[in-house]
């Protein structure tokens, strides 16, 4: 399951949508399409505005059981730097679920989370302390305990956060949060139930009533090219000063053959053919593999020790 970033609150009513596959069969396969479908709309580029807040609350219940099963809260605040944004969202779910257990236990653990100074923050995130006890059989701290916080440099309040962690499986033995999650999307007045070959023109139609989708399209593709590997962003910038479009990064040649010495040579495709991206010391440029010719050519910046 990929979980994706919410934007804001919503204001307007949305269907929740679920497909006829998915409720004919068990409770992960409707929790999981239910991600799948808000998935799809955010790669479409709605907004959480326009998307069912009741689907966001249980798609990010999902996310919160994810990771929390992963690798307890910590792998939740890790994978999930929006937390304001996402926390509610989680809060409101488990309580419109009926999940009172994991909610409270959800706030606590946000609460003792909250009290960690930077440096126990970056010691709970790294693992916490890798002490496992003993404890007693009332699960307090022993002398032992405290000597192996000590000997790690862990706080009280780390602890506390591991404890939390520790409720965490036995807290879901009595309150089975894919199953809560499951019965409650299925129990929706709004919900909307499309076959799997529909649900596709169903976002589609969802998608060109957005107002301002050139703008969003655009900024979705500068964030795209942000977070692209470096050689894709230097073959893009030598595509736009040559005048081409970029289609297709096709693959990386290692022992290309250049002014008689191997180099690497990414090879792309644009309208006009197919192109090679080769670097120096100073320079990466855009050669025509057939005449040799350099297209373009961007210099690289110095950058001080």
């Not at 440099?153 to 033995?173: C, K, N, P, T, Y």
């Amino acid at each position: 399951m990929t979980h994706g970033a919410p934007m804001t609150q919503s204001v307007r009513s949305y269907p929740t949508v679920l497909t006829t596959e998915s409720l004919k069969g068990g409770n992960e396969d409707v929790v999981d399409a239910n991600v799948n479908v808000v998935n799809a709309m955010f790669k479409e580029l709605l907004g959480a505005d326009e998307i069912s807040p009741t689907a966001l609350r249980s798609y990010y219940v999902d996310f919160y059981l994810t990771q929390a099963l992963a690798g307890g809260f910590a792998q939740y605040v890790f994978t999930a730097p929006e937390r304001e944004e996402i926390d509610p969202y989680v809060r409101e779910g488990l309580g419109a679920m009926g999940a009172p257990a994991h909610l409270d236990l959800f706030n606590r653990t946000v609460a003792a989370f909250g009290t960690l100074t930077d440096t126990d923050v970056d010691a709970y995130l790294d693992g916490g302390s890798g002490w496992d006890g003993p404890a007693d059989d009332t699960g307090d701290a022993t002398a032992d305990d405290m000597a192996g916080d000590a000997k790690y440099g862990i706080s009280d309040a780390v602890r506390r956060l591991e404890e939390l962690d520790g409720e965490f499986e036995s807290v879901l033995e009595t309150e089975d949060i894919v199953a809560l999650n499951a019965a409650w999307l299925r129990g929706q007045e709004d919900l909307l139930v499309l076959a799997d070959d529909d649900l596709d023109a169903h976002i589609a139609g969802r998608v060109a009533r957005i107002p301002d989708l050139v703008e969003r399209q655009a900024a979705a593709a500068q964030e795209a090219l942000l977070d692209a590997p470096e050689f894709e962003q230097i073959i893009r910038e030598l595509c736009d000063i040559a005048g081409h479009s970029l289609q297709r990064i096709t693959m990386g040649d290692p022992d290309y053959q250049h002014n008689g010495e191997s180099t690497l040579a990414w090879h792309f495709t644009t309208e006009h053919g197919e192109f090679l991206m080769l670097e120096d010391d100073d320079e990466a440029f855009m050669l025509n593999p057939e005449t040799k010719e350099i297209l373009a050519a961007v210099e690289f910046e110095e950058v001080d020790a």
